[in-house]
Each structure stands twice: as C-alpha cells, then as structure tokens.
C-alpha cells in the first residue's frame, strides 16, 4: 500500500467523523457548520493546506469515485459531499450513523 493510502485510511479508521475538506470551499465550511450545529466533534484535514493534499485527493477519487471536497466518512462509512451529509440528515438517517457504534 502506498503512504498516502494508508494515511487516507487511516484518517478514515481513527476519526469517527473525518471530513476532506478544503479551507476555502463553500460547502466545506457549511459541512463544518453543520456538524458544529449538532454538537458533533470531527476531524477535517484541509487539502489545501497538506502537502500530500493533491495525492490525498486522488486517493479519495480511487477509493470512493468521488474528487470533489468535502468528502465526509462517518465510522468508516462513505456518505459523501455536502448534499448527501444534508439529505441524510433531513432523513433522519445522519443520528442514526452517527450513532452506530462498529466497535459493538
Ligand atoms: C448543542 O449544544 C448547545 C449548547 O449546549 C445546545 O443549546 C444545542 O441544543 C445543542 N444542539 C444539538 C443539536 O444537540
């Protein structure tokens, strides 16, 4: 496995919420909001501001298909940009993940 593939997961294993994010993208600051807004604790690492930032990014495309920032997991889970963070949330789904613990 390469470096930056095993940062990338591990990242993904050790922070329950992880967001990719970059420091100057829209929906990246909303995606922190949010989170902020339900009192739940993440781990965002700004693309931009890593060195590794562009091998990240490709990364998250191979494993995901998805390029664009933010990229949120939740307990390991892919949930995806921005409007999926919403749409899981007004679903009522977003509680759910957060709450299901994998180490149960
Ligand atoms: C977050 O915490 C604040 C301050 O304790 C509280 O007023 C608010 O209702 C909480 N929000 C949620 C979604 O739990």
């Avoid at 591990?10 to 919420?17: C, F, G, M, S």
């Avoid at 994010?21 to 993440?42: A, G, H, I, W």
């Avoid at 949120?72 to 709450?99: C, M, P, Q, S, W």
């Amino acid at each position: 496995m390469t470096v930056v593939r095993e940062l990338v997961k591990r990242l993904i294993a050790e922070n329950p919420v992880m967001v990719f994010s970059k420091s100057y993208c829209p929906y990246c600051v909303r995606t922190k909001d949010l989170f902020d807004d339900l009192n739940t604790t993440y781990k965002a690492v700004e693309l931009n501001d890593h060195d590794k930032g562009v091998e990240i990014q490709e990364e998250l495309k191979s494993l995901t298909g998805q390029r664009t920032v933010p990229n949120v997991f939740i307990h390991g889970r892919h949930i995806g940009g921005f409007d999926a963070l919403t749409n899981a949330n007004e679903a009522g789904k977003l509680k759910e993940y957060l709450e299901q613990n994998p180490n149960l």
